[in-house]
């Protein structure tokens, strides 16, 4: 069975601060995306991460993924309020004909 | 820029009713799909369509059918709503199936009541 584990589940941070949020997966994959999800509204695409090693940075979000590892990290830089959300990770496989997300992390960023 | 529409964002129906929720995309994508999301359940899949006609189960199918007639449709029909389908759900869109999605709608918030 394919899984996809994010932690932590709920983050608070205060403004300023770094922290990681870690995605493991337990197949090899095709793909891992992270997306962004603000209360009650539906995910935005933040990054797809094709390859071992891969990085994508934009903004104070820097997403890497190590293949063998079989881990995303999501890194967030001196955080402010705004990216108060909850984050997702999902790994595609392309002789599934469908991805598989994590649980998603909750991130409060607070003043 | 719109890519997948989701054209129904809150409804309200009564239980037993035959619901509609119907979804559009403008990317010429052959897979489509429907999630629904529960706070603390987090994403789950009902149907996914890989072409048109063509349509396969998720994880949580029951209660739930699905149509594919064109390339761009993609319909999730709750034959006789109940109470426990009240929730938000999702359509969403890519090119190949196991790459991931790229793009969601912008979701319907479903109450059965």
């Known amino acids: 069975e394919l899984k996809v584990e994010q932690n932590p589940l709920f983050l608070s941070m205060q403004e300023g601060k770094n922290y990681t949020i870690y995605c493991n997966y337990s197949t090899t994959s095709d793909r891992l995306y992270w997306y962004r999800q603000d209360p009650g509204k539906s995910l935005e695409s933040l990054f797809v991460l094709l390859s071992n090693g891969a990085v994508k940075q934009e903004g104070r979000l820097m997403a890497s993924l190590d293949t063998k590892a079989r881990l995303s990290t999501l890194h967030i830089t001196a955080a402010v309020h705004d990216l108060s959300a909850t984050y997702f990770c999902a790994v595609g496989y392309t002789n599934a004909g469908k991805s598989t997300f994590g649980d998603g992390t909750t991130l409060t960023v607070k003043p | 820029d719109v890519k997948v529409t989701q054209s129904s964002r809150y409804l309200v129906k009564r239980t037993g009713e035959k619901v509609f929720l119907e979804c559009v995309q403008d990317m010429d994508h052959e897979n489509m799909f429907w999630y629904r999301q529960d706070p603390g359940l987090g994403l789950r899949l009902i149907y996914f369509?890989?072409?048109?006609?063509?349509?396969e189960k998720g994880d949580i199918p029951e209660g739930y059918s699905v149509s594919r007639e064109k390339k761009e449709r993609f319909s999730l029909i709750l034959e006789s709503a109940s109470t426990n389908q009240t929730s938000m759900y999702l359509c969403a869109s890519s090119l190949f199936g196991g790459w991931g999605i790229s793009d969601f709608g912008e979701g319907s918030w479903l109450t059965v009541v």
């Open positions: 369509s890989y072409d048109v006609k063509m349509k």
